[in-house]
């Protein structure tokens, strides 16, 4: 079973471009979360879908990050425009569906940087 | 407020000596803990998990953690450390209050282990 994959792993861009970030979840696992972990801090959520539905989206940092899920398989990631704070490794995690805090498979993140 | 305490940043010891990586929580409910480890270059990658059932937990590669609530800790230990243990290990935490959506995962800063030969 393939696990949880992200693209790119790495990302370099320009301060104001865009960057998008995919997460591709556990087949048949209906929630999807996105992580940051900035350099030096802890790892935090930025929001949790289930199915195509954001669950919650309280740890998103500001309105220049848009998450999608379209039809409730891969997760997109849009940083629009990127920021130098926005540098740092973004995690995916899916795990299976129904209430509980089931185990979360984490991907191997995206590392951003921005210049 | 929630938080999720790792008391080092950086731990060594030598292979085959005891491995013990520290974790308090504070938290208003019964929460979830788990121990996650995360390998250069890998994703991360689950210890091993506390949902509220025996206080010590049995995780993979001869790790276990004990849940102890009168003193909001869940250590984690090993009783002979291998270089392959090397690794950033995280103290996560679930169901920290009221608002916390269940799923949502609070983490520590993290634990360097080096295993020195």
């Known amino acids: 079973e393939a696990g949880v994959t992200q693209f790119p792993s790495h990302s370099v861009i320009e301060k104001g471009q865009t960057v998008t970030l995919r997460c591709d979840p556990i087949s048949g696992h209906d929630n999807l979360y996105w992580y940051r972990r900035v350099m030096g801090k802890e790892i935090k959520f930025l929001l949790h879908f289930v199915k195509e539905s954001k669950q919650d989206e309280s740890g998103m940092p500001n309105n220049r990050f848009l998450a999608e899920r379209t039809g409730g398989t891969y997760s997109t990631l849009k940083v629009q425009p990127a920021e130098l704070e926005d540098s740092g490794v973004y995690f995916c995690?899916?795990?299976?569906?129904?209430?509980?805090?089931?185990?979360?498979?984490f991907g191997p993140g995206t590392r951003l940087t921005v210049t | 407020a929630q938080s999720v305490t790792q008391l080092d940043s950086h731990v060594s010891v030598s292979e085959g000596t005891p491995v013990l990586l520290r974790c308090n929580y504070s938290s208003s409910y019964s929460p979830s803990l788990f121990w996650y480890v995360q390998h250069p270059n890998k994703g991360l990658q689950l210890l091993l998990k506390?949902?509220?059932?025996?206080?010590l937990v049995k995780g993979i590669n001869g790790f276990e953690a004990e849940f102890k609530k009168s003193e909001t800790s869940f250590h984690l230990t090993k009783p002979s450390a291998h270089m392959s243990d090397a690794a950033e290990y995280f103290c996560v935490v679930s169901r920290l209050d009221r608002g916390s959506t269940l799923g949502r995962l609070y983490f520590g800063r993290g634990t360097q282990l080096t295993v020195w030969p």
């Open positions: 506390y949902t509220s059932a025996a206080t």
């Open positions: 995690a899916s795990s299976q569906p129904g209430q509980g805090p089931h185990e979360q498979y």
